[in-house]
């Protein structure tokens, strides 16, 4: 076969965002952008890890959604010219990310390339990402990120060669060109994993005397996982996955875990006889909400519950060595670390932050408001892993409720009131300015009085990584308040149109008669002060957050 140098013109603004390239489909679709991007990716990693790229073997799959199997179809032939040794598949072009991690590591690869949008729609009219994840399984540090973007800007030609479509549904080997392609059932490794880490028996004996669980798989990725982990190997009841079949649209919906998005599933937790545990998990499969009867935990709760209840599991009986949550996170996480006598280290918003302090063995559960929970056992936020633990602790705690169990948290450690708020689709320039103007004022904030609450600190949130001394700054504008309350305002990185603010709201509770009720009521004095401080309404246009997590 041929090997084809084909000449291109940079695309501009193929810069990975919080977590890859996401664009719309559309522009994914424009003749070269994808090869663009594969291509600059293919220049950037070859010697990475003093890995050469000619002879690696690298994994590859995706969410499943629309034009997942086309672009993997592109991909194969370009590794192929580029002169990759293997390529290890997921059966049907699928692989959740949390698995590619997991395949990455455990086959012992260079790296590999994730296709996904995460919980964004998918469809021909919706989103589509791609993302290169390094040896050892997490995705790739900013400085690789930034070199794919450089290269990017100074492409020239892409290689590929003409061939026949891979057969993704086959399992087994065939080749392509010089290439190995080995196409793997994308379940197993995973599932072997889970049953090394939690305590199956213990689970499936609670499922067995009357625990029931519901996983809602929103048609994305997580249902063929959800079904052989918790119906075949647990022994839940056929149908205790919901939306189990993926989707290349997610059946119209917004693939999204959370208290709007995963609306079927909140009604069902909401009904007498609701199941003990209720979850969900996103596109890709790295997303997990949890809930119980009538109780919504939030990702900043649950690492702490997690975190407090690890040695419940057998992967965590030895305890944990640190934890680490990103910036806007809250600090319930903190208090358990505390108690512990672990570190807890405070990064940037972003899943690849934490890849050096796992590596490095300084921290064993991590943690994202963003509905991201996972541990050292892969290198990327793990949705379906959450919910096994969340069940593996419901087992051994046997007569205790999700409410019950967030009850006794709070009642030990105080509740960190938590709410975040999201301003969707705003104009860009319009989110910049407000940002731009509220980070202006962050030197004049401490001591004065807004909406009732005293300022103690305000700044541009930024890290230095403790392992590897990297920096990041413009991270996030933290305001805090005596009394411990705090706001932050961020930009999201994730979105494919206009621009996100997001304000993350929290105040501490320690008296436990005043934990009880809704965050947003139990907030609303912050909630009005954020909204006065930054000019929400006035520099968007916008009375109220389009989504409230
Ligand atoms: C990605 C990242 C997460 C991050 C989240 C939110 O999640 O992997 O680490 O917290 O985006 O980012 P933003 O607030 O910038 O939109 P996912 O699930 O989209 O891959």
């Given at each position: ?299 900043s ?25 990103s910036m806007p996170t809250s ?18 918003t ?19 408001e963003s ?47 938590y709410a975040r708020h999201d ?53 996030g504008l933290r305001v ?6 705090r706001m932050v305002f961020r ?11 997001r304000v993350y709201l929290e ?23 954020a ?18 997590t």
């Open positions: 076969m041929d090997i084809l140098s084909v000449p291109t013109t940079p695309f501009e603004g193929q810069k990975p965002g919080t977590s890859g390239l996401r664009k719309k489909v559309k522009v994914f679709q424009q003749p070269h952008y994808l090869e663009n991007f594969v291509q600059a990716v293919f220049d950037v990693i070859d010697g990475l890890d003093d890995l050469p790229l000619a002879g690696a073997a690298l994994a590859l799959g995706g969410d499943g959604r629309f034009f997942n199997r086309t672009a993997i179809q592109t991909i194969l032939r370009m590794a192929a010219a580029n002169g990759v040794g293997r390529m290890v598949v997921g059966q049907g072009g699928l692989l959740s990310t949390p698995a590619a991690s997991c395949v990455i590591r455990k086959h012992g690869l260079k790296g590999g390339l994730i296709l996904s949008a995460s919980h964004n729609p998918g469809g021909p009219d919706e989103d589509f990402g791609i993302k290169y994840n390094i040896r050892n399984g997490g995705p790739a540090p900013e400085a690789v990120t930034n070199a794919i973007h450089a290269r990017t800007l100074e492409i020239e030609s892409y290689r590929t060669l003409e061939a026949e479509a891979v057969d993704l549904d086959r399992l087994g080997t065939q080749t392509l060109g010089g290439m190995t392609v080995e196409v793997i059932d994308p379940v197993a490794d995973y599932a072997a994993l889970m049953e090394s880490l939690f305590d199956f028996d213990a689970m499936r004996a609670a499922l067995a005397q009357g625990r029931r669980v519901v996983f809602d798989a929103m048609h994305a990725i997580t249902g063929p996982y959800a079904r052989e982990i918790l119906e075949n190997r647990l022994g839940a009841p056929a149908g205790s996955v919901l939306n189990a079949t993926p989707l290349e649209d997610f059946g119209g919906h917004h693939p999204d875990p959370n208290l709007a998005h995963a609306k079927e599933l909140v009604a069902i937790m909401n009904r007498p006889d609701a199941p003990d545990l209720g979850a969900a998990s996103d596109g890709d499969g790295d997303r997990n909400m949890i809930l119980g009867p009538k109780a919504f935990v939030t990702p709760d649950s690492l702490a519950v997690l975190a407090a209840n690890a040695p419940l599991a057998p992967g965590y009986a030895k305890g944990i060595a640190g934890i680490a949550r600090r319930a996480a903190d208090r358990v670390a505390e108690a512990l006598g672990v570190p807890c280290f405070e990064t940037p972003g899943w690849k932050f934490f890849g050096t302090l796992l590596d490095a063995g300084k921290a064993t559960l991590c943690g994202e509905f991201g929970t996972g541990s050292d056992h892969v290198r990327e936020k793990d949705g379906l892993w959450a919910v096994l633990f969340w069940l593996n602790i419901l087992a051994r705690r046997p007569g205790e409720s999700v409410g019950d169990l967030l009850a006794a948290h709070w009642a030990r450690f105080g509740r960190d009131v301003y969707e689709g705003l104009d860009s320039a319009a989110a910049q300015g407000l940002m731009d103007a509220l980070k202006a004022r962050l030197p004049g904030l401490p001591g004065q009085t807004i909406g009732g609450f005293t300022v103690a600190q305000a700044d541009d949130f930024a890290y230095t990584d403790p392992v590897d001394g990297s920096t990041a700054s413009g991270q805090m308040f005596k009394g411990g309350a930009l999201s990185g994730t979105g494919t149109s206009g621009a996100t603010l105040r501490y509770e320690a008296d436990p008669e005043a934990q009880r009720g809704d965050a947003q009521d139990l907030l609303a004095d912050l909630i009005q002060a909204r006065e401080l930054a000019d929400i309404p006035g520099r968007t246009g916008r009375a109220a957050p389009d989504v409230i």
